[in-house]
């Protein structure tokens, strides 16, 4: 057996797909950082109050809410993990491109609602297809998945950052486009011949009753309802960091588009570097102890970023990545341990629908707080965020059926 095969459990040749994964799972968050980035650009161009850049983030949440249930029903029902995927890169590539057309702030609302739909039409094909095909790994595999997304996160960054010394925003957003658009032609020819070629729609779908016995199984989970709980105040703050972060160093640090870049990618190096191995680390050991180490150093790191400045901000950038997004594969591995078999699709769905409302409200309250307090103080709305995800992850039951690997 391969030392790779040893330290996951699972064998070199089944690694394939688990990357190509990760990889799709990059792309989408490669849209999403690209917006992040551009967003102090602009709002400078546009003259949009922070209230205003808040809407429109806004926005881009309520489209992952809107989409984010119907997304999870689908896949259960049609087992067509792999064609939610490709399609999921598609609209989010179309609506990144679709910048270069137009700056019309409605025009804009409607593109960054296309892109929120498109985050989220994502994560409940994937995490269920690796939740059923790595069943007894699912915190390695859904690490690697994670990975995929911090490198995204990491990587558009400081892409977009050098294209905007050359480019307007409008264009450098249709650039940024093209690797997402890559990814899904790529997810098309080599994921979607294996999901009809072991007729996969047919053997993991659900019929109707059963779906719903099953969705009525998991609303009446205290535990999974709690999770979802922690999770959407966890999301709170990382979304609120993604938003006010880049306004922070670019109007009040004073940091050029390319520094900003550095500084952005700086948050998901930590992450890279964490991620694979929390979710080793949580198959092993649990996912609950993971977890709380995990929030309770990002609730410190947060606070902690109001009083540096220079190179030990990004310094602590990085820091506050390693602990925050490698609890994000943790808790859905969690979520998917407690969840009734072939409805992974759904009980997803519930965690991000519940992350989506929670991320609904952070820029309109972060926007008004910006404008009236400064950019500092919400900082420290982020933190109370995560402490709270802090106190409910004390409060989850402790119970079968994975009870071991939920850490008890």
């Known amino acids: 057996m391969s030392l790779v095969a040893r330290l996951t459990g699972i064998s070199a040749r089944q690694q394939g797909p688990v990357f190509l994964i990760g990889c799709g799972h990059g792309g989408t ?21 922070y209230a205003e850049v808040g809407l429109l983030m806004a926005a881009f949440h309520g ?3 809107a989409a984010n249930f119907a997304s999870g ?33 409605l025009w804009l609302l ?31 595999a859904l690490s ?3 990975l995929g997304a911090n490198a995204g996160d990491a990587v558009a960054p400081m892409a977009a950052g050098a294209l905007l010394l050359w480019l307007g925003w409008r264009e450098t957003a249709v650039v940024n486009a093209a690797p997402a ?89 930590g992450g890279i570097v964490a991620t694979p191995l929390a979710g080793i680390w949580s198959d092993r050991i649990g996912r609950r102890p993971v977890v709380l180490m995990g929030l309770s150093a990002a609730t410190v790191m947060i606070v902690l970023l109001t009083f540096l400045g220079g190179l030990y901000f990004i310094a602590g950038t990085a820091v506050l990545g390693f602990v925050l997004y490698a609890v994000r594969p943790v808790l859905q591995g969690w979520l998917l341990d407690l969840a009734p078999p072939r409805l992974g699709g759904s009980a997803i769905s519930l965690m991000f629908g519940s992350q989506s409302v929670f991320s609904v409200l952070t820029p309109v309250l972060g926007g008004m707080i910006a404008d009236r307090w400064g950019l500092v103080a919400v900082f420290y709305l982020l933190a109370a965020a995560m402490l709270v995800a802090n106190l409910l ?14 850490g008890d």
């Open 73 to 105: 029903l689908l896949v259960d029902l049609t087992g067509r993990r792999a064609l939610f995927q490709v399609l999921s890169l598609l609209i989010g590539a179309g609506a990144l491109a679709g910048f270069g057309v137009g700056g019309h702030f």
């Open 63 to 65: 489209g992952s809410f």
């Open 181 to 269: 658009l890559l990814l899904a032609l790529l997810l098309a020819v080599l994921l979607l011949p294996r999901e009809r070629g072991s007729d996969e729609g047919g053997a993991t779908s659900i019929d109707w009753p059963a779906y719903w016995r099953g969705l009525g199984q998991v609303l009446r989970d205290r535990a999974m309802l709690g999770l979802c709980l922690m999770a959407a105040f966890r999301t709170m703050a990382q979304s609120g960091l993604r938003l006010f972060l880049p306004l922070y160093l670019a109007n009040v640090v004073g940091l050029g588009p390319l520094w900003l870049g550095v500084a952005l990618s700086a948050l998901q190096l």
């Open 144 to 146: 690697i998945h994670a």
């Open 393 to 406: 992850v004390y409060l989850l039951p402790r119970r079968s059926p994975a009870a071991a690997l939920a």
């Open 29 to 49: 968050h490669w849209v999403t950082a690209t917006l992040y980035l551009l967003l102090p650009f602009l709002a400078l161009e546009l003259g949009l109050t």
């Open 110 to 140: 409607l593109l960054v609602t296309l892109l929120g739909a498109a985050n989220n039409l994502w994560h409940p094909a994937a995490i269920s297809y690796i939740s059923q095909h790595f069943p007894n790994n699912r915190g390695y």
